[in-house]
């Protein structure tokens, strides 16, 4: 198995431009989730798909955040316009159903926004 | 507002046992002791979980004290391998997320 697979895994933008970050969940787990990690926030969860349905959208910043989940094996978390303050580590994670299942984590895309 | 409690740092000779403690004095009775860390530039790993019973798996052990107000985590024999930050999270049995918080900085030594 493969993990979970984001893409990419750099990305180095203008500020106002558009990002979109990608992520691949292992096959047959039904919980997805998008986490932000930055030096002076550490780690919070942006987003919750349960099912390709997004459950809790709280941790999202703001309107310039949006994510989607078309099918379940693919996720995106799009940054439009991209600001200086978004450079951080995003993280994809997933979990098979149930809320006490462990999280499996993809290595992540460090964005950082100029 | 934390829900646990961890040193910030500490050291550990290599082949040599590392104890990991958590203080979470305020957990309730349907909160799981959950335990990830996280290598240098890798997204976080899960180690262990448990509820009130002591656990163990390949990676890891989970000791819980009686009261459950604290945990430690052991692992039996640390290796260059192991230095992460080890985070200790407690969640409610219907909860999805993870609130991670400082957690710990291990550094194992040869």
């Not at chain 1, 106002?16 to 926030?41: A, D």
């Not at chain 1, 349905?53 to 316009?81: C, H, Y």
């Not at chain 2, 052990?61 to 430690?72: A, G, N, P, V, Y």
């Not at chain 2, 992460?84 to 400082?102: E, H, M, P, Q, T």
Request: net charge neutral; aromatic share 10%; proline share 6%.
């Amino acid at each position: 198995d493969a993990g979970v697979i984001q893409s990419p895994r750099h990305e180095v933008t203008e500020m106002g431009q558009e990002v979109t970050l990608r992520c691949k969940p292992i096959s047959g787990h039904n919980s997805l989730f998008w986490y932000r990690q930055t030096m002076m926030r550490g780690l919070e969860l942006l987003i919750y798909f349960n099912n390709n349905v997004p459950i809790d959208d709280s941790g999202m910043p703001e309107d310039r955040f949006s994510a989607k989940m078309p099918n379940a094996s693919f996720s995106t978390l799009k940054i439009q316009p991209s600001e200086p303050r978004d450079s951080a580590v995003y993280f994809c994670a997933s979990s098979l159903e149930g809320p006490r299942r462990e999280a499996f984590f993809g290595q992540g895309t460090r964005l950082t926004v100029v | 507002d934390a829900k646990t409690t961890q040193p910030p740092s500490m050291d550990c000779a290599e082949g040599r046992a590392a104890n990991l403690p958590c203080n979470h004095s305020t957990i309730s009775g349907n909160e799981y002791v959950y335990w990830y860390r996280q290598i240098h530039s890798q997204g976080p790993q899960y180690i262990i979980h448990g509820l009130k019973n002591n656990e163990t798996n390949e990676m890891a052990s989970l000791i819980i004290t009686e009261d459950r107000k604290s945990s430690t985590l052991i692992l039996p024999h640390a290796t260059l391998r192991d230095t992460a930050v080890y985070y200790c999270i407690v969640r409610d049995y219907n909860d999805y997320k993870l609130s991670f918080g400082a957690g710990t900085t291990v550094t194992v030594r040869a």
